[in-house]
């Protein structure tokens, strides 16, 4: 059974600061990962989608790595603003069918 | 991408009632999907809905408790069935976009989210 384990499960950062957010998955027969966001009493947002054969992916700010073979993926956010203040959650995609795993969250607080 | 919408936003509920939630998607998708996230925790796939055919349920949720419909490719609704305050939580709506020629981008999109409370 697929288990996704995010560190650290909180994060409070100073505007500006770069950080990494971790995401460790026990399977790695995945077909893709999801970067998702969530800001509280809302849905979710997709950030960012890396294939089982990428490394990474950027978008703007945002840049998703992705190690299947030891089973581990980062999201580094650059130049963190207040406005990035929500929770992040990564899941993964089995190789075999459509099912996503996820973590339980990184809850990121940036403070201006 | 896809504009995904879903009625009601948020509800309170009665002990054994019953609630559906709608979900609605701006463009035809094959798969949609439930999932409940409960208070604290992360998303949990309920059942897997393709249109003309039944729901395929995830280990622990059955048709009986969580039944789903799926009349077309742009429409779905789950309903919550003789509610207990456990049922509490937030069940989110998503899909997987496809593009104009009908193949997966491989990318799920969610819908805003029902909040049910079941006192």
């Known amino acids: 059974k697929q288990e996704v384990t995010q560190i650290p499960a909180a994060l409070s950062v100073p505007e500006g600061e770069n950080l990494v957010l971790n995401c460790s998955f026990t399977?790695?027969?995945?077909?893709?990962l999801q970067w998702f966001r969530q800001d509280p009493g809302k849905g979710l947002t997709s950030l960012l989608l890396?294939?089982?054969?990428?490394r990474e992916q950027t978008s703007g700010r945002l840049n998703a790595s992705l190690d299947k073979s030891s089973g581990r993926s980062t999201l580094y956010i650059a130049a963190s603003q207040p406005g990035d203040s929500a929770t992040y959650l990564c899941?993964?995609?089995?190789?075999?069918?459509?099912?996503?795993?996820f973590g339980e969250g990184t809850q990121l607080t940036v403070n201006p | 991408s896809a504009v995904i919408s879903q009625k009601p936003s948020r509800d309170i509920c009665q002990r054994g009632t019953s609630l559906t939630i709608q979900c609605q998607v701006d463009?035809?998708?094959?798969?949609m999907f439930w999932y409940r996230q409960q208070p604290g925790q992360s998303l949990t796939l309920i059942a897997t809905?393709?249109?003309?055919?039944?729901?395929?349920?995830e280990s622990g949720f059955v048709i009986d408790k969580f039944p789903i419909s799926r009349p077309n490719l742009t429409f779905s609704t789950l309903t919550v069935s003789n509610m207990s305050p456990e049922d509490s939580s937030i069940y989110l709506c998503?899909?997987?976009?496809?593009?104009?020629?009908?193949?997966?981008?491989?990318?799920?999109?969610f819908g805003p989210g029902t909040r049910l409370t079941v006192l």
């Open positions: 890396i294939q089982s054969s990428q």
């Open positions: 809905a393709n249109q003309g055919s039944e729901a395929t349920y």
């Open positions: 399977d790695s027969a995945i077909y893709n």
């Open positions: 998503s899909v997987e976009a496809i593009t104009m020629r009908g193949v997966s981008t491989d990318t799920q999109y």
């Open positions: 899941a993964v995609r089995e190789a075999s069918g459509s099912r996503l795993t």
């Open positions: 463009s035809q998708v094959t798969m």
